[in-house]
């Protein structure tokens, strides 16, 4: 018995070491996977940038045209690959769709944080910190198939009005596929996971400081706002930053709802552009997916997430930047 | 109303042996009033007592100490003072507590915090700046939003009364949690003065600090009494015996002697509180 | 209660002495503003619109889910048809979901927990700690449309090719291998940070209790902390598993096209199936959407009915994971 223990403790299979070895080459692996993805999507996304430059994020035709002509270029020799590629109606959808999305969830997911913590009587909190951790974990599709058909339909039958769906009639069809349901559905998408990524920052906000506050006569709602909110600050960026990131790279809900066309809606237009269909960059992906196959469309396809990758590492970035920043007077993480 | 003012005096013979080395600073008091008043209080955590059916008078004009082991339930008492243990989802109060004849009960906890103002047993000084951490307090309690010129000479009286101005009149930007202990404590202080209370709760307010800023503080409250009715809890019996005029000594929940200050320390009529203060001094 | 209230005062009020005039504040009303007010009136609307998305998603559901499910879906391979009467079930996505989900964690689970414990027990030298870290969290914030591009080039790379389908030299590249080694990634970093939680919690006093009696790390890790950690370990697990079964970009990307299995000729039994295409249940949801290339929303309900139902499972183990380890009484309550 003894022996059998210390040969299992202190035996080369286990000896320390090369434990610390071994879960050493485990994190360099890990480590050395993230590298290579970045480089992989990076030189495979190469071609598609370095024929369009700058212009690649710039407007000029439309982007569903150049995809089809990349692709069918692609059939051919090397010599006929087309890469042109002008990205802009899609980066304005994302920024548009995404931009929207997290503004109605920021605010709504601050308020109901701060009720979850502060405000909420005991049973109301009690069914809401569930209902919070539910609605985070509803997979996109689900949240796609309802956007599709309730969502969708109604925005189509009921908001949109007959002279508006006349007045574009050549240009695109108002059929409730729509920013407007894109940026409602995503918000719902993301609004739980920033409530609770909130709702624990403010927990973890040290009591002595509320009741400090709350001893000198502020009430309570000032000492949440004043006090809980701002020492939870960088929960706060954490929170909003994981969300955008998870909103930029949503794929497959807003190829359900967004509608399927690339479109660039102009808030210029008036009211009417949040009923425009409009494709964002994630979703192109998924619709092209079968475009894979030709090199020219398969450079073009990575440089599209070459560009997510990069804008979901600079929010991190930004938003680790931002929480350091605010650590000088002693907020909490 | 006004009570006349208990006779006793640092030289007066009741002085006991013990405490012949120990200076009180303060003189007797000019007037008294009582503004608070516990009647029969109890507060229990779930099923255990902290505090037992307590009764005793809180004036202006003097200043309480509160003394007893650790686990007493002092802190408990001060803070249904201020209904702060309404935040404590455990604890129940029962008895009664008025203000100015007033049961507290029946003010808005809000207002009544304004009047009865607590500073803690762990300095927590807000995550803000030092001069923020005062504007707070004037800013919240106060309808409109003043701007900062406004709130400075309020600002640099509150900071000088607790002796911190001269400390820290270059840094008021920088972080209050920088601050030594000692300077949170001050600064804690300070805040609680800039809402101009009529009842300060001190809760071991100089357990951090060096005998210097202890000296400015208690000088501080004998200045206070006056204006404000002071009720300091302390473990150092010397500090009690120096500023307090009334003297509460509790133990286990229960309160075993309240009295003049030269009474209890001198001769206690309770057998507890002999032991108490005689194994402080030896 | 407007005016002060006036309790029977037990003597009258003292005359002449020096008294700090009162303040005038009135005694009783409130110190809560209008916007006060108003703010906790919106706290109050938006928890309760949260609470109410929750029940209509769920209730929804449930009603379309019990009109349109049939067991015998979940035993009867998709078909091709005309009407939705026709087309069969969907039992290879079902158990789709099943193997994707239980390779997926089988992955993430020992590599998260390994990671887990190098991080917190050794995390030497400090720069590759504090590069994991921020691997880790990196990996949280791509896209997993992203990663199902990566995964795309990795496994239709000649040396993997052992891993899915290959014909005439080339790889074809959609397997379950394929797919469930990227939806690790999606887990992986929910894993990492649970265990993390639960390891860093557990006091320094333990881990010298049991270095003094002469343990190893190595062996106090396994033994005694990851033991204690268990219940993080499990939450952690099971957040990996919700959103491994709830991914769809990597699905359609790494192993969908079809709503069959197909396995490969040729292989031994369970290899056959691994190494060929397949189908999830979310994969199914997606192409029976009106979006899709199915169509057939009734069967779209019933699959994301089942899908739900697995979610809410889910989250019913947690709960009662935390729930005995606050019970039983861990270190980090
Ligand atoms: N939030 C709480 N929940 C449960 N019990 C509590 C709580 N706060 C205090 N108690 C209990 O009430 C009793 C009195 O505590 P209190 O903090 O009032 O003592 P104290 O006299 O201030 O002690 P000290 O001198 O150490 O500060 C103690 O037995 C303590 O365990
Ligand atoms: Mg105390």
Known sequence: MEEAHLSEEYGPRWSDQRAERLLGALVCAVVVLLLALIATVFWRAWPSFAHNGLAWFGPGGNVDDQINQIYLSGLGGPEGYVYTFHAWQLLWSTFLITGGAVLIAFFSSLFVAVFLVEFAPEPMSNVLAPVVRFLASVPSVIYGLLGVLLVVPFIGNHLVTEPQRASVAGVISLSGYSLLAAVLILALMIAPLMTSIFSDGLRSVRPGWLEGSLALGVNRWRTTWKIAVRTARPAIVAGTVLATARAIGEAVMLAMVSGSVAFAPNPADGLIFIFEPSRPLAPTIVKNIDLLGSEPANSTLFAIAAVLLFSATMFSLAGWVARRSMRKYGATA | MVVPAPSHNGNGAATPSGFSGARRSIGSPQFSIRRMEVDQLSVSYAAREAVKSVSLPIRQGEVLAMIGPSGCGKTTLLRSLNRLTELTRTARVSGRILLDDVDIGLIEPTLLRRRVTMVFQQPNPFPMSVFDNIAYVLREQGSRRQRRKTLEPQVHSALDRAGLFEEVKDNLDHPALRLSGGQQQRLCIARALAAEPEVLLLDEPCSALDPQSTQVIEDLIVNLRDDVAVVIVTHNLQQAYRIADHVAFMYLGDLVEYGAATTVFGSPREKRTQEYVSGAFG | ?333
């Not at chain 3, 303040?23 to 109410?52: E, M, V, Y």
């Not at chain 3, 190595?218 to 990851?226: D, G, M, P, S």
């Not at chain 3, 079964?245 to 096209?257: E, H, K, N, P, R």
Request: proline share 6%.
């Open chain 3, 1 to 333: 209660m407007g005016a002060p209230v006036a309790t029977p005062p037990a003597s009258p009020p003292s005359g002449g002495a020096p008294r700090k005039p009162s303040k005038g504040l009135p005694q009783s009303g409130s110190t809560w503003h209008l916007s006060d007010r108003i703010g906790l009136a919106i706290c109050w609307a938006l928890g309760l619109l949260f609470c109410a998305i929750a029940v209509a998603i769920v209730a929804y559901l449930f009603v379309q889910g019990i009109k349109y499910l049939r067991p015998e879906m979940l035993f009867t391979p998709a078909t091709a048809g005309f009407s939705q009467g026709q087309t069969g079930g969907f039992s290879d996505a079902f158990f789709g979901t099943l193997i994707v989900a239980t390779m997926g964690i089988a992955i993430a689970l020992p590599v998260g927990v390994g990671v887990a414990v190098w991080l917190v027990e050794y995390g030497r030298p400090a720069a590759l700690a504090r590069v994991t870290e921020s691997t880790i969290e990196a990996i949280a914030g791509i896209p997993s449309i992203v990663l199902a591009l990566f995964g795309t080039v990795i496994f239709s790379s000649a040396a993997l090719g052992f891993l899915s389908r290959t014909s005439e030299g080339v790889v074809f590249g959609r397997s379950f291998f394929g797919a469930s080694a990227m939806l690790s990634l999606v887990a992986l970093p929910l894993v990492v940070a649970s265990t993390r939680e639960g390891l860093s919690a557990i006091p320094q006093h333990v881990r010298e209790a049991s270095y003094a009696v002469g343990k190893t790390k190595i062996a106090t890790a396994r033994r005694i902390l990851l033991p204690a950690a268990r219940p993080q370990v499990a939450t952690g697990a099971m957040l990996g598993l919700g959103r491994i079964i709830g991914d769809t970009a990597i699905i359609v990307v790494l192993l969908g096209a079809t709503q069959n299995f197909a396995p490969v000729e040729g292989a031994a039994f369970p290899f056959n199936y691994l190494r060929g295409a397949g189908t999830t249940l979310t994969n199914f949801v997606y192409e029976a959407s009106p979006t899709g290339n199915l169509n057939q929303p009734e069967k779209a309900y019933a699959a994301a009915f089942v899908l739900l139902l697995m979610v809410l499972a889910l989250n019913a183990a947690v709960d009662i994971v935390h729930r005995r380890a606050r019970k039983v009484g861990t270190w980090s309550s």
